[in-house]
């Protein structure tokens, strides 16, 4: 069904995974706001800002080239990706599209057909029709590229600090622990207390106590110098050894699928969401 036009596709899938009615007339909860931004929120610029490439430039405009993570090479084909070149780890991921990455920590330990089948695969895919018509990438173009290995001590893997903005402001944050293994999440404000909702099960939801990274205040303006201009995104990043790695922009978090527990929250979330009037004598919005 992925083939209807966006204003028909979206309200079934809406419905589908929420069990909710979607009114585009007047949309009230986050979730409901996201699916309105991808059907009439579509400047040009977020093609490239959803490009895990192509957002390098912007980020380094904005807030400079220091926060951007080491980067080995980009392809456009599986074959171009020369192994013999890359470092024993490293990390390969789809410009593209959503959770597409290979994590190596050991290159000797690859399948390296395995791996280029993966790459074609990845390089045939269309984030818009793969979910939710998540309008930012369907022009983007399909590409592969391959970063440096980062790693958090103490940690199977990497520390997601996701800061919801709306209007340019920061008003929560959104941490993941241990990815690879036993995925955990939570909410923040911005002084790190933990917050009373959550979009996952209990026992996915984060327990423990989680120290504040020192370089968390340093966090929040360079994610809203990220997020200036526009009405919703968020925004990742990494703290690496006191070290502040961009991550990346996502204007549809998890498709707007997932309501927030306790419900109140997603009518207080979606308050945040401010959403810009549509021209007149337009259908969508195509200046930032």
């Excluded at 991550?247 to 997603?266: A, C, I, L, Q, V």
């Amino acid at each position: 069904m992925t083939f209807l036009p966006s204003k028909i596709y979206v309200p079934f899938l809406y419905e589908y995974f929420t069990g909710k009615k979607l009114n585009f007339e007047n949309p009230v909860e986050f979730n409901a706001k996201i699916q309105w931004y991808k059907v009439f929120y579509r400047p040009k610029i977020l093609n490239q800002l959803v490009d895990k490439y192509e957002v390098r430039a912007y980020v380094e405009q904005k807030i400079g080239a220091k926060y951007l993570n080491e980067i080995y090479g980009v392809y456009t084909k599986p074959e171009e990706v020369d192994f013999d070149k890359l470092p024993n780890k490293f990390v390969i991921k789809a410009v593209h599209s959503s959770s597409h990455n290979l994590i190596c920590e050991d290159k000797s330990a690859l399948n390296l057909i395995s791996c280029r089948k993966r790459f074609k695969k990845w390089l045939g895919t269309n984030q818009y029709y793969r979910t939710g018509q998540e309008w930012a990438y369907k022009d983007v173009k399909p590409k592969i590229i391959a970063e440096k290995f980062i790693e958090q001590e103490g940690r199977s893997s990497l520390i997601d600090y996701k800061f919801y903005c709306f209007n340019g402001v920061a008003k929560f944050v959104e941490v993941h622990l241990d990815r690879s293994q036993n995925h955990k999440r939570g909410f923040y404000d911005l002084t790190f207390n933990k917050l009373p909702f959550r979009y996952v099960s209990v026992d996915k939801s984060i327990s423990e106590e989680i120290e504040k990274p020192n370089n968390f205040e340093e966090m929040i303006p360079l994610a809203e110098k990220l997020a200036a201009n526009f009405p919703f995104v968020r925004v990742d990043f990494y703290s690496i050894k006191n070290q502040i790695i961009f991550g990346e922009m996502t204007f549809y978090p998890s498709d707007g699928r997932k309501d927030f527990y306790p419900e109140s929250y997603n009518k207080i979330i979606g308050n945040y969401f401010i959403l810009p009037k549509i021209p007149k004598g337009q259908k969508i919005i195509t200046i930032e």
